[in-house]
């Protein structure tokens, strides 16, 4: 067993053990109760918000908390306005349908029920019920369009600038200052000068995510450039090629394993950022999906997004890997 193999099962190894533990810690804790129990106070509270005791005992035995009935009743829904507008689930909670009896569970969720989650999730995961009530993958495409709006113009800004900056040492030295000072601010700190600037969340989303990506494409791209061996570019020189010739046939692909990294390190901080721009912006996304099932308590979906959101950072980084692997040589 050579030592690739070896660490392909220790890593299954940590897999099973992790569960294992996942399991052990959450079982005991884990009850399952057929509705929840209401104190005369929280009852009064519900009354005096002009809730009717028939529509919050039911709500109640469908599962769902005080606080979560409380934020219907401060809307001043009925049971039947509730199921009219497409049941609990359209206002983010999942531990009730409309008045239908079904469980509620407290305490973290154990790895069986994470896997329920993900059949129940999995058996349609392009639903779409409402704003509030949309499937995990629909979300998910939501997010990677923007990811790749975002991205894709970060290439066609960052990869030109780059080679102007390696291939010119006075535009290098005249722009390296504003790039320094620029690249260090959180991009989620540009979203709400986006938003009052653009008015509109979903451009200001792929804006954040171009601004993120931009950086260390632009500065990978213009070492890569700059790092070219000089009597490379010299021979090309010589050959009397022209600019672009010699930046295609010559620079280009000397710098395209460093050039390929910086893509690869915008990819997965883009990644990153959609997750907690979408959280701002709400709507849509796999971000907002984590946010609206917090707003439910819906632990079970949270850990799911969770893993998605693991899952597909994975995939991204693998194919730029991939990419990466074409390009690499031995001097």
């Known amino acids: 067993m050579n030592q690739t193999t070896k660490g392909y099962v220790l890593s299954v190894v940590l897999f099973f053990a992790f569960i294992l533990a996942w399991h052990l810690a959450t079982y005991i804790g884990a009850v399952t109760v057929a509705g929840i129990s209401l104190t005369e106070e929280e009852q009064q509270s519900l009354l005096a918000s002009g809730m009717s005791e028939e529509d919050y005992v039911e ?20 049971v039947a306005e509730i199921e009219m507008a497409g049941g609990i689930r359209a206002f ?4 009730g349908e409309g008045g239908a009896a079904e469980s509620a569970r407290i305490g973290f969720p154990t790895p069986g029920q994470v896997g329920g989650e ?27 369009r923007r990811v790749a709006l975002g991205f894709g113009l970060a290439i066609v800004v960052a990869l030109p600038l780059g080679f102007l900056l390696g291939m010119s040492p006075v535009f290098r030295t005249a722009l390296t200052p504003y790039i320094q000072i ?9 979203m709400p000068l986006a938003l009052y600037t ?7 989303s792929i804006f954040v ?19 070219v061996k000089g009597d490379w570019v010299n021979l090309g020189r010589t050959l009397e090629l022209s600019m672009t ?20 390190i ?34 079970d979906s949270m850990i799911l997004a969770i893993l998605v959101i693991g899952l597909v950072g994975f995939a991204l980084d693998a194919s730029i890997g991939a990419i990466l692997k074409l390009f690499a040589y031995k001097l």
Do not use: H
């Open 266 to 299: 915008s990819l997965g901080i883009a990644w990153l950022v959609i997750v907690a721009a979408e959280m701002l912006i709400g709507g849509t996304g796999i971000g907002y999906f984590v946010w609206n099932e917090w707003n439910g308590l819906n632990i």
């Open 198 to 204: 653009i008015k509109d969340a979903e451009t200001s």
């Open 118 to 144: 993900i059949f129940n999730q999995l058996k349609d995961p392009f639903y779409d019920k409402g704003p509030n009530d949309k499937g995990i993958l629909l979300q998910l495409l939501y997010s990677l």
């Open 59 to 78: 709500l109640a035995e469908a599962g769902l908390r005080f606080d979560q009935i409380d934020q219907l009743a401060n809307l001043g829904l009925t």
């Open 182 to 190: 620029l690249k260090p601010i959180s991009p989620l700190a540009w």
């Open 92 to 95: 983010g909670f999942t531990t």
């Open 245 to 264: 010739k010699l930046a295609l046939r010559v620079i280009l692909p000397a710098a395209a394993p460093t050039i390929l990294t910086g893509m690869r």
């Open 209 to 227: 995510i171009f601004i993120c990506s931009v950086w260390p494409m632009l500065i990978n791209t213009t070492f890569g450039v700059a790092g």
